[in-house]
């Protein structure tokens, strides 16, 4: 656990050092968030903080790679590898979306082909565990783990960037969702594996360093955007952790309940970036119910929806994060405990406080009129 948290400093350091340099380069490239009528900042403001982030995880897995725990990780698979070579690509391709402004299919098709990358370097969802109905393990061919994996991190990666709307939102929940990843496979990695060397577990203390040291800079008001080099490759990022965790095989767990954290990791982008991948397809449904294509921009993301409630900026970035959190958590909690209704009572309860912060502006002229 020393280990983990010592990378997770470093690539915070490292990351906080680094953004005001990023952010210098950002002005004099003209890497610049234009005001727009959907966007909220006020001001032109740099953008290509996710450079500043993949220098950060960068840093900290070359750290890893000299410790005597971490290091047996690099030693079990080609995963940091795939992270980093593919990792910097999407991060290039947003870095270059931040300065030119890419078109929507120019963009599908980086996300793709980074995500393909990181396939052959040895990421793939190559096996699911069923602990019902005598499956067992279910072996995917390389057919479909090919197609799925690609599927699932261009899923994640527009989930993340199309929750970039207000300062310092997506490198918030980012974190948040890394830092559940983290618990979620340490447990996974201790308890059913035996390997405290879990690379998910590595990737998923590094992301949320990175993410803990670019947040200061990017929290309202932001003095510098993540820009698509930040979304996208925090999106990637934790596709990667789920999908290898995920295909992790194990003998250990013989029942349901204890196969459970194995079949959280199949769920696990649906708790931990419930937020996002929500916002995503109602997003997405919504313009093609009203005739537009998906990717087409407005502003009625989950995030505008709430500054139009009343929330202030800062308010509304708050309550997400409690969702997150919540979710997130709550998903986690429910893989390593064996309280499964305490829990959800727990997570019941704070989903009701969390309704009343969402609705409080619209309660508060009901309470003055009485």
């Not at 203390?205 to 008001?221: D, E, I, R, S, W």
């Not at 958590?329 to 429910?334: C, T």
Request: with cysteine; hydrophobic share 55%; aromatic share 8%.
């Amino acid at each position: 656990m020393r280990e983990y948290l010592l990378v997770m400093a470093i690539a915070a350091g490292v990351t906080f050092l680094i953004t005001p340099v990023v952010r210098i380069g950002a002005i004099r490239w003209g890497a610049m968030a234009r005001v727009r009528d959907r966007d909220v900042h006020a001001i032109p403001t740099p953008r290509l903080g996710g450079v500043a982030m993949y220098l950060g995880v960068a840093a900290a897995l070359l750290i890893a790679h000299l410790m005597p725990t971490l290091r047996h990780s690099f030693e079990q698979s080609s995963y940091s590898t795939a992270i980093v070579v593919a990792g910097g690509l999407i991060c290039l391709l947003g870095a270059l979306d931040d300065r030119f402004e890419l078109d929507a299919l120019t963009k599908l098709t980086g996300q793709i082909a980074a995500s393909g990358v990181m396939v052959i370097l040895g990421v793939q969802l190559l096996l699911i565990y069923v602990p019902f109905g005598g499956v067992g393990t279910f072996i995917l061919g390389r057919d479909q783990a090919v197609p799925l994996t690609i599927a699932f991190c261009v899923l994640t990666v527009n989930a993340l960037n199309w929750i970039d709307g207000l300062d310092g939102l997506a490198a918030g929940v980012s974190a948040i969702s890394a830092l559940a990843f983290f618990a979620y496979s340490y447990h996974l990695g201790y308890v059913g594996y035996g390997q405290v060397a879990f690379t998910p577990t590595l990737m998923s203390a590094v992301l949320a360093g990175a993410c803990l040291g670019f947040l200061p800079h990017n929290f309202q008001p932001a003095r510098i955007f993540m820009g698509d080099s930040g979304s996208m490759f925090i999106g990637l990022m934790l596709a990667a952790s789920a999908t290898t965790a995920t295909s992790a095989d194990s003998q250990s767990f013989q029942t349901l309940l204890g196969a459970l954290p194995l079949l959280i990791g199949l769920l696990i982008p649906l708790g931990v970036l419930a937020i996002p991948l929500g916002d995503l397809v109602v997003t997405t449904a919504r313009r093609v119910r009203a005739g537009k294509a998906p990717w087409s921009p407005d502003k009625l993301h989950l995030h505008h929806r709430l500054l139009e409630i009343g929330h202030s900026q800062r308010r509304a970035v708050l309550i997400i994060y409690f969702w997150t959190a919540l979710l997130a958590f709550g998903g986690v909690a429910m893989s390593v405990t064996h309280g499964l209704w305490l829990v959800l009572g727990v997570v019941g309860g704070l989903a009701a406080v969390a309704l009343v912060l969402v609705n409080l502006p619209k309660l508060r002229p009901v309470r003055r009129s009485q």
